[in-house]
């Protein structure tokens, strides 16, 4: 039987809302292993920050939700403020984050964090973010303080009146782990240089045993710096077209994504010129391949045919050669 998420602030709301934050702690107490192939920036951390920072960002996460009621905040007010309310609630989680860190960096991290405004918009980690529609934190909002009723009814695949509870635990639980991704990368860049960052994780232990030296730090950052330019370029754009949307979740084993349907027709206007090039290769390719595929396959076909014909009869005109030799002979 599918469970619904409910339509209207309710008591039936908030019961479902608590027990999402719940189920999703319990869960955060399991393995954080990335099994995908794909990087995120929480790699670099060790299990215990890993589970610091979630847990930080979930507790963030519940005082928001009241906040916004205590604002008497609309849903239309959340959609238009959708980008203010990320960036500060990053700055709010990444403060209470440094302040697990050894106090000799708590003031440069904090400082660095305060001036992060224009970073923030210049930064190649926010154009991929716009175009993931912020992690689609207004839905996650509204869904969670007003219910599925002031949901856009063309964005998902279903009627917004009958919201699957298990796509708002998607959301959810990829809002949680993309942002925790999101800190870690904002804090990496306030580092004057790669020794620096080591030396930081080190002294608050920190870092992932499978990246000790500078060389293994370097080379994470830089196979992130790759992957962002391959999906910024190549895979952001090819999902925006199939209107798909790669989210991240906890499972047993680990973490893992999956894709979910999306509306994103506003996102296909906010596509630069080469991701338009790109996209367009890219469909050239997919109906190309295909057909050259095909049409090489029937070339071997008579090829091979042909082939085998030729070898079929010169092996005959051997043989009635060899036949009529024998024959000639036994006329003699």
Known sequence: MIKYWPTKSSLKLNYCVINLFYTTKIK?????????KYYLHTDIINKLYKKKLLFIIIK???????????LNLTANNIKQLKYRILYDFLD???????LTF???????????FQD??????????????DLENYILIDNLLIYLVFGSSCIDDKIFLFNKFYTPYKHVQILFENFIIQFSSYIINNISKHFLCLSDMLHFF?????????????????????????QNFLYRYFYQPKLIYNAYYKVWLFHSRGITSEYIYLSRLNNLQKLS??????????????????????????????????????????????????????QNYNKV
Do not use: G, M
Not at 102 to 112: E, G
Not at 204 to 226: H, Q
């Open 102 to 112: 050894d106090i000799k960096y708590k003031n440069y991290l904090k400082q660095k």
């Open 60 to 70: 963030e996460l519940e005082t928001l939700i009241l906040d916004i009621i205590e």
């Open 92 to 98: 709010i989680t990444s403060e209470k984050f440094i």
């Open 273 to 326: 010129d080469i991701q338009v090039l790109f996209l367009f290769i890219l469909e050239i390719k997919d109906i190309l391949v295909p057909k050259i595929e095909k049409l090489l396959i029937t070339i071997f076909q008579y090829v091979t045919y042909i082939f085998i014909n030729i070898i079929n009869n010169f092996f005959i005109l051997i043989i009635k050669a060899i036949l009529f030799t024998i």
């Open 202 to 226: 080190k002294l608050n232990y920190i870092c992932n045993s499978s990246y000790i030296s500078t060389r293994s730090v370097a080379l994470f950052f830089n196979s992130i710096k790759w």
């Open 28 to 36: 955060i107490k399991n393995d954080l292993s990335n099994q995908t």
């Open 116 to 129: 992060n405004y224009f970073f923030y918009a210049q930064s190649d980690y926010h154009r991929i973010l």
